[in-house]
């Protein structure tokens, strides 16, 4: 069973708006960290935003503040990426993340010791 399956990724023109989908297993939503990275074509990996799924924190990198909402719906085990206003420069293979247990739930954490990583989904962005 894959731990975590992304979907909801297409190409849209700037300023629409996409829905990304994380469906994590029961075991892997347990998880007290998870979140989302993306990568564009010759740029490296970077973390977009992050939540615990057992406490009411989130969080979003500046670069998508105000235009990307991270979320989860316990009951469906899955996390949520919503994204408006979308940019050119918001080109890119995106991948839902997870970490077990842990002190600490941050993008960092989840760069250095997540224990699943989905498959991604394509973003492409018109202008």
């Known amino acids: 069973q894959v731990p975590l399956v992304e979907s909801g990724g297409d190409s849209v023109q700037a300023g629409g708006s996409l829905r990304l989908s994380c469906a994590a297993s029961?075991?892997?939503?347990?998880?007290?960290?998870m979140g989302w990275f993306r990568q564009a074509p010759g740029k490296e990996r970077e973390g977009v935003a992050v939540?615990?799924?057992?406490?009411?924190?989130?969080y979003v990198v500046a670069s998508v503040k105000g235009r990307f909402t991270i979320s989860k719906d316990n009951a469906k085990n899955t996390l949520y990426l919503q994204m408006n206003g979308l940019k050119p420069e918001d080109t890119a293979m995106y991948y839902c993340?997870?970490?077990?247990?842990?002190?600490?739930?941050?993008?960092?954490?989840?760069?250095?010791?997540?224990?699943?990583w989905g498959q991604g989904t394509q973003v492409t962005i018109s202008s």
């Open positions: 993340v997870a970490r077990r247990g842990g002190p600490t739930c941050s993008l960092s954490v989840l760069q250095d010791s997540a224990n699943y």
């Open positions: 939540l615990n799924t057992g406490t009411a924190f989130t």
């Open positions: 029961g075991y892997a939503y347990s998880n007290n960290c």
